[in-house]
């Protein structure tokens, strides 16, 4: 697979993986939509200031598993030309 400059691909099933259920169940629908979104990517670009990193983020607030979790594993990674 190609890769356009500074695209760093993030298995979205991490994402998954991360998500503590109660968390994810206090959820709005409209967050839920959105967080199913995200997730039936496949990859999402994990480089920084990408909009959909943020958007996740903004579904969890600062000081849940689930951010700490995201958090974590969307630290960002060395893009390696």
Known sequence: MA???GYIPFPTHLIL???VSGEYVALTDAQKEIYKIIVSCGN???HPG???IERIFNLF???T???INLE???T???FIP
């Open 72 to 74: 974590t594993i969307l």
């Open 65 to 67: 598993q689930t951010r």
């Open 44 to 46: 999402i670009d994990a």
């Open 76 to 78: 960002p990674i060395p």
């Open 61 to 63: 607030p600062q000081g």
């Open 17 to 19: 993986g991360a998500t």
């Open 3 to 5: 890769h356009t400059w």
């Open 50 to 52: 990408n909009p959909v």
